[in-house]
């Protein structure tokens, strides 16, 4: 199973200011993926972030506002901009397995505090 | 439209209870089903997954069971330390994965 890492585990962050959270992979991975899990809810997926093509954005997220990254097979960026109070949420970084399962690994998540 | 429904929301137990977490779902073409289990502040850590109606799989205390319709996370004899709240997913098309809200789950000693 891959081992993920993200940074910050948390911030607190001023209305209309933007956040970039990382994730890292110890390993090579072709899909990584973004989450939010906002307070005692569950996970709704905010987009799929392949290497050298853009990523895909569900249904009520777009890229203006959460811009995504993914220069390699390790490591992916999450950008969280202008951000208002109701961004208030973990994020959670996952990958697929390396062993070409499906299982996704996820990472420890970011808890984003917007006042 | 794809669905995953748990239940019970919460479930509170004495330390060597048995009982079980359910979890049904309505999806078009099941490619797997997932448990994980989430303690506060942390991520979901991965637990099972199975793949067709009958399959069985089991971890320690924890045992997962499919159907076409349905999966039962079955927890027998819990500990304190199974204290958590459990994740069930499903996974449809192109590692495209629905969770459902999670069943929160206390164990008593």
């Known amino acids: 199973s891959a081992v993920i890492s993200q940074k910050p585990s948390r911030d607190i962050c001023q209305r209309g200011t933007s956040l970039t959270i990382q994730c890292q992979v110890d390993?090579?991975?072709?899909?990584m993926f973004w989450y939010r899990q906002q307070p005692g809810q569950s996970l709704t997926l905010i987009a799929t972030a392949n290497q050298g093509s853009e990523a895909t954005y569900e249904s009520g997220f777009v890229i203006d506002k959460f811009p995504i990254s993914r220069p390699n097979l390790t490591f992916s960026t999450l950008t969280v901009s202008n951000m208002s109070p109701e961004d208030s949420s973990i994020y959670l970084c996952?990958?697929?397995?390396?062993?070409?399962?499906?299982?996704?690994?996820f990472g420890p998540g970011t808890r984003l505090t917007v006042l | 439209e794809d669905q995953v429904t748990q239940s019970p929301e919460a479930l509170r137990l004495q330390e060597g209870e048995s009982s079980s977490l359910n979890c049904s779902y309505t999806?078009?073409?099941?490619?797997?089903l997932f448990w994980y289990r989430q303690d506060p502040g942390k991520g979901p850590e991965f637990l099972f997954t199975?793949?067709?109606a009958g399959e069985e799989k089991e971890k320690e205390r924890l045992k997962a069971t499919l159907t076409k319709k349905e999966s039962f996370l079955h927890i027998t004899a819990p500990k304190p330390e199974d204290s958590a709240t459990y994740l069930c997913a499903v996974q449809v098309r192109n590692n495209d994965m629905r969770f459902g809200a999670g069943t929160r789950l206390t164990v008593k000693p």
């Open positions: 999806v078009s073409g099941l490619r797997g």
């Open positions: 996952s990958s697929s397995g390396t062993s070409g399962t499906d299982t996704q690994y």
């Open positions: 390993s090579q991975v072709t899909m």
């Open positions: 199975l793949y067709s």
